[in-house]
C-alpha cells in the first residue's frame, strides 16, 4: 500500500528554514496532487500548500512568499522549503495526496475531514529562540 513519511522538522530560530520532505513508498505519487498541511497546537488541521503533478504550485496566504513546495517525481518525493519561520509556524506538518471531493489520503490511508484527526505522525517543526 501507499505510505506517505515526513521528514526534515527541528527546532530552528525566528527568521531560519528548515526543508521538510515527504517520501512515498508502494505507490506513485507523480500523477498525485500533493499538499503540506499542519496543526499547530490545540489547533485543528490549517492547509500551507500544494503542487499539481505538473509542478505548478499552490500556496495559501500563509505560506506566500515565505514558503516553496517542490516534487521529484522520479524520486516519489514533494518538499517544502520554508525560510523566515516565525513562532506561530510551530506546527506538527504532514504531507497529503488530494483525491478530489474533499478527500485526501495521509500517511497509509483516506482520510475527510468529517473523521477524527489521523494523519500521522508527521514532522515536528519548532521555531523558538
Known amino acids: 500500500e501507499l505510505q506517505l513519511v515526513e521528514s526534515g522538522g527541528g527546532l530552528v530560530q525566528p527568521g531560519g528554514s528548515l526543508r521538510l520532505s515527504c517520501t512515498a513508498s508502494g505507490g506513485s505519487i507523480r500523477r498525485s496532487y500533493m499538499k503540506w498541511a499542519r496543526q499547530a497546537p490545540g489547533q485543528g488541521l490549517e492547509w500551507v500548500a500544494g503542487?499539481?503533478?505538473?509542478?505548478?504550485?499552490y500556496y495559501t496566504d500563509l505560506a506566500k512568499g515565505r514558503f516553496t513546495i517542490s516534487r521529484d517525481n522520479a524520486e516519489n518525493m514533494v518538499f517544502l522549503q520554508m525560510d523566515s519561520l516565525k513562532p506561530e509556524d510551530t506546527a506538527v506538518y504532514h504531507c497529503a495526496i488530494d483525491l478530489g471531493g474533499g478527500e485526501y489520503y495521509f500517511k497509509d490511508k483516506p482520510w475527510h475531514p468529517g473523521q477524527d484527526p489521523d494523519w500521522g505522525q508527521g514532522t515536528q517543526v519548532t521555531v523558538s529562540s
Open positions: 503542487i499539481y503533478n505538473d509542478g505548478t504550485p
